[in-house]
């Protein structure tokens, strides 16, 4: 008979049995990374670093603790991420604060992160300006400005609670006085120029959402993965204004899909620009960037 919720954390409930029982009850349930999900649910309950669990396992959970942690539990065995049951994630080193209202920032981003800091080359020391559209929690912006010490940076997003998440994570991140967000759609933001422009837009394609795994169809908000029929809405969007906002040898970089790199080098070419791919670290495409050359 597999564990139950009460079974494993049942009292006296100590830290390293909790986190043995919890991988047992998690794996037994289908529930993806079990044994991780585990430890980080415990140190968020028992407010620890992950190493206490290996050097103090027999530290005892408090009757509150216990009480967070069984909540913890039933709302990870329904497939809601860890990132979001503990309401925080690291994206780039940084701890950052996330929300409903904005995509749990994946490793995957940070070739997007890696494919601007590669274009800067030595600039990085540079006084540079740098927009992202579609903030949401911030941890591009956040990323980069880190990165960029001199940099000033601007986040946009329609959402406005994710504005809200976006502004605090900068400041939590110490970058904060570099940066302003707005909440506005990017059709209706006129700003600039900028040295770098960012985007990680919604890019599922509309009918491809319920396919989804649970974690990501029943967790991230709709409107940061819906693309439009093609997924490409967003890119067509941004294509048709970054013009305007591109400094004379700017860049423009942006995460796509792993099957999308075609079809967005595509709309570039029609509008006479020419893109690059960068896949990432697993052999897929996943940014595509291009430069302003106004002369």
């Known amino acids: 008979m597999h564990l139950r919720i009460e079974e494993a954390l049942a009292?006296?409930?100590l830290v390293g049995e909790v986190r043995l029982k919890l991988t047992e009850l998690f794996a037994a349930n289908g529930v993806p990374e079990a044994a991780e999900s585990a430890k980080l649910l415990v140190c968020a309950a028992a407010d620890c670093r992950p190493i206490s669990l290996i050097t103090e396992p027999d530290s005892a959970l408090s009757d509150a603790a216990v009480l967070n942690l069984r909540e913890m539990v039933r709302r990870r065995l329904l497939r809601e991420p860890v990132s979001r049951v503990i309401g925080r994630k690291n994206f780039w080193g940084h701890e950052l604060v996330i929300g409903p209202a904005c995509l749990d920032p994946r490793p995957d981003t940070e070739c997007l992160i890696e494919t601007c800091l590669a274009w800067l080359g030595k600039r990085t020391d540079q006084s540079l300006r740098i927009l992202d559209v579609g903030v949401g929690s911030g941890a591009i912006l956040c990323a980069l400005l880190s990165e960029l010490p001199e940099a000033q940076g601007v986040g946009i997003d329609v959402s406005s609670e994710a504005c809200l998440l976006a502004r605090a994570n900068l400041d939590r991140v110490?970058?904060?006085?570099?940066?302003t967000v707005h909440c506005a759609d990017m059709r209706d933001f006129h700003a600039g120029p900028f040295d770098l422009v960012v985007s990680n837009p919604p890019y599922i394609p509309s009918d491809q959402i319920s396919l989804l795994d649970d974690e990501v169809r029943l967790?991230?908000?709709?409107l940061a993965l819906d693309g439009g029929p093609d997924g490409l809405d967003l890119y067509r969007s941004l294509i048709a204004i970054h013009g305007g906002w591109l400094k004379n040898g700017g860049l423009c970089a942006?995460?796509?899909g792993y099957d999308q790199a075609s079809g967005l080098l595509e709309l570039l070419a029609r509008s006479g620009v020419v893109g690059t791919v960068r896949k990432d670290l697993l052999g897929h495409d996943r940014v595509v960037f291009w430069g302003a050359d106004k002369s």
């Open 254 to 256: 942006v995460e796509i």
């Open 11 to 13: 009292a006296p409930s």
């Open 174 to 179: 110490g970058v904060g006085q570099r940066a």
């Open 219 to 222: 967790y991230d908000p709709r």
